[in-house]
Each structure stands twice: as C-alpha cells, then as structure tokens.
T-cell receptor, first 112, second 115 residues
Framework: RKEVEQDPGPFNVPEGATVAFNCTYS??????FFWYRQDCRKEPKLLMS???SGNEDGRFTAQLNRASQYISLLIRDSKLSDSATYLC?????????????FGRGTQLTVWP | DTAVSQTPKYLVTQMGNDKSIKCEQN?????MYWYKQDSKKFLKIMFS???????INETVPNRFSPKSPDKAHLNLHINSLELGDSAVYFC??????????????FGPGTRLTVL
C-alpha cells in the first residue's frame, strides 16, 4: 500500500472553474502535510502547507481531516497558469520521521 | 542565483557504466536529499544527509553511493548502471532534519537515460 494515494486525474477544466483534488495517507503518525506543484519537466515546488484548521492562500484552499487521513486542495477561478501536476505530500511519522512521501500527482489542465 | 543546482541536466549512458551527478545549494541549509522520479512519476526519497552525515538511507541498491564533502554539496555516484536506473534524479535541501516542518527546495533535476 502506498503511503500517499492520490486522485490521478487528469482534470481538464475551463478557465474560471473550481476544481478539487484529494488524497489519503496511510501513516496516522504523520504530522506535516503539503501540496507541491510540478510543472512539466520541472522540479516540484511548494504550493502550500496544510494545517489542521484548514488554510487559504488566495484562490487555493487546503483542508486536512486527520480522522479520515484525508487532504484536499480546492482551486477557485482557475487560470491557464494553474496547469500543472499537483503533488500531495506527507511527512513520515514515528520511525519514518524526516521522510517526505509524495503522491503520484494529479494532472490539471486549464483550457481557455 | 540558483538556490539548488544540479549537473548535468541530462545524462545518456550505456549499461554497465559508472556516472556521477553533482548537487550544490547556496541556501545555507543543513540537510540535503536525493530523490528518484521514475517513469510513473512517483517521487521517492533515496538518501538524506545532515551536516555531511547520512541520516536517511532508503532501500536503494548499493550501486548508489552518495557523498557529501560539505553541507552545501551532495553528490550521487552510480556504479554499473542498469536500464531500470533511467529516471529523473532530484536533489533537494531543507533547513532542518525533520523533513516535515521545513520546506524542501528542489534542484532542476538530472534526466538519466541508460541505453
């Protein structure tokens, strides 16, 4: 079983749409959660951390449900520049502390 | 200035050869990592060093040997390359060792193709 399972997509949405991604993680001891963005043939870059109470950064909202071990990312008013792969990332807990586990990524294409 | 740099960007080589990839960070971070992203796009940690000391060593064939001459550099040497080693190798760095609370900054990647 993978540490992080993600909706593979692809998601193809028009500009201005709202799109949601989700992922689940297996290690209940995990303490830190992130969404990274990876453009085609580029390196991953941190999009936002995910906090227990949920957090928002402009058009992006992240939610965490520890009981269900579920993380989500909502993108409102999609822009063409949002087209990328979104990686759900969880740090290892317990004996695997210090390791980041990446989901396979969800591919998003925003079309004009 | 590039924060995390890797060389070479592309590497094409024959099976059985030995090759090295170099990584440097100018962020003053204490921890550096090597990740492998395979054709299915999974990004998986291989090694992590903190202040030149190995702290994470995932189940990686011993043909892969990391070396950290100082905390700003982490190189990866691969012996006897195999077809399955073809992937993109990313170097990353972070301030601390938790890997969790600290943001990891990635280099541009080295695309290795083994023929």
């Amino acid at each position: 079983r993978k540490e992080v399972e993600q909706d593979p997509g692809p998601f193809n949405v028009p500009e201005g749409a709202t799109v949601a991604f989700n992922c689940t993680y297996s290690n209940s001891a995990s303490q830190s959660f992130f969404w990274y963005r990876q453009d085609c043939r580029k390196e991953p870059k941190l999009l936002m951390s995910v906090y227990s109470s949920g957090n928002e950064d402009g058009r992006f909202t992240a939610q965490l449900n520890r009981a269900s071990q579920y993380i989500s990312l909502l993108i409102r008013d999609s822009k063409l520049s949002d087209s990328a792969t979104y990686l759900c990332v969880v740090n290892g807990g317990g004996s695997t502390l210090g390791r980041l586990y990446f989901g396979r990524g969800t591919q998003l294409t925003v079309w004009p | 200035d590039t924060a995390v740099s890797q060389t070479p960007k592309y590497l094409v080589t024959q099976m059985g050869n030995d090759k090295s990839i170099k990584c440097e960070q100018n962020l003053g971070h204490d921890t550096m990592y090597w990740y492998k992203q395979d054709s299915k796009k999974f990004l998986k940690i291989m090694f992590s060093y903190n202040n030149k000391e190995l702290i994470i060593n995932e189940t990686v064939p011993n043909r892969f040997s990391p070396k950290s001459p100082d905390k700003a550099h982490l190189n990866l040497h691969i012996n006897s390359l195999e077809l399955g080693d073809s992937a993109v190798y990313f170097c990353a760095s972070s301030q601390g060792v938790s890997g969790g609370a600290d943001t990891q900054y990635f280099g541009p990647g080295t695309r290795l193709t083994v023929l």
